[in-house]
């Protein structure tokens, strides 16, 4: 087990490389710079501008410089939208808000899921089952910022007018409540669907029809035996799927107004705020890195089966 985990660090850190150097190029690939508005400086300010934070030096310079000054946990300054302000500084302050988000919405899509698909499974075949499989499906097909729309216009617009269409720094509960459901709905449908698909394949199982023989009741079946065997394809799916939510949702911050770090993000590179964009970028990445390691250790919890030290030399 730790030879393994000290691999997937390792390859963490080569991923989290590659990701910096082809952030960092191709950044700085797309045509404009912080420095350029409606009403861009004279040359002489924008010289000076790119020298007082080292743009003018070669783009190799410039990487190496960002990489030396992030191994010593320096994530540089904004250039433009919070002018001078410690990136790292920004991304404490408005992670919390999308982690918020994300957390409300995955918890919600985690028991839904995993609930609707054990009774679809449990129904195969019959009305509650196809009906589930046509509500799942369309959730899975429709995408989020449709679905942020048609909520924003029944529940916050035209029709019923009853809760808030975005959400300050300092709104109610209710605020929460269409960013968290639109940001957990394709979570749940697919989760169910996965769910439904690893429950019948269970059921269908020697142990199963054992349990049923001894006069097992059947909830107890299906939550403590069929269930769990059921979740490990699930976890795969939820593990990656966490950090993506948790780091928030870039068009549901974007549609609800939500102050979190993904509307931040799409900022950033709107105003082109190379810190900003290479501190996020770094960050949601190894958040997602260290997020698939655990989602591995949890294979080993939810079946002991599992040897995660195979393939590790």
């Known amino acids: 087990m ?6 997937r660090v390792v390859m963490g850190l080569v991923a989290l490389f590659v990701v910096s150097i082809l952030t960092f190029f191709l950044m700085n690939l797309v045509p404009g710079g912080p420095f350029m508005s409606e009403k861009p400086p004279s040359p002489a ?3 000076m501008m790119e020298e007082k934070y080292g743009l003018n030096k070669p783009l190799t ?3 190496v410089t960002w990489l030396t000054d992030l191994l010593k946990g320096d994530f540089g300054v904004s250039y433009r939208m919070q002018k001078n302000r410690p990136v790292l500084t920004i ?7 999308s982690a918020k988000v994300g957390a409300i919405a995955m918890g919600w899509a985690i028991v839904a899921g995993i609930a609707l698909g054990c009774v679809a499974a449990y129904k195969r075949g019959k009305l509650t089952d196809s009906i589930l499989r046509v509500v799942t499906t369309s959730g899975v097909a ?3 910022f449709v679905t942020a729309s048609i909520l924003l216009v029944v529940f916050a617009g035209g029709v019923w007018n009853i809760l808030p269409s975005i959400v300050g720094t300092s709104s109610s509960w209710k605020a929460y409540i269409l960013p968290c459901f639109t940001l957990g709905l394709n979570p749940m449908c697919n989760i169910a669907r996965y769910t439904r698909s690893a429950m019948l394949d269970s059921l269908g199982q020697d142990y199963i029809r054992t349990a049923y023989a001894k006069g097992l009741a059947t909830p107890f079946i299906i939550f403590k035996h069929a269930l769990r065997n059921a ?3 699930v976890v795969s799916y939820v593990g990656p799927l966490i950090a993506g939510i948790l780091s928030g949702g870039f068009v549901v911050e974007t549609v609800f107004n939500v102050p979190g770090l993904g509307r931040y993000f799409v900022q950033s590179i709107n105003n082109r705020d190379y810190p900003i964009i290479m501190g996020t970028t770094i960050f949601l990445s190894a958040f997602v890195i260290a997020m698939n390691l655990i989602v591995d250790i949890l294979y080993r919890v939810i079946d002991p089966r599992i040897d995660l030290s195979k393939g590790v030399e």
């Open 2 to 7: 730790i030879k393994y985990i000290i691999k």
């Open 45 to 47: 300010v924008q010289a």
């Open 61 to 63: 310079e410039q990487y």
């Open 91 to 97: 991304i404490k302050e408005m992670f919390p808000t």
């Open 142 to 144: 429709l995408p989020t």
């Open 231 to 233: 979740l490990i394809p």
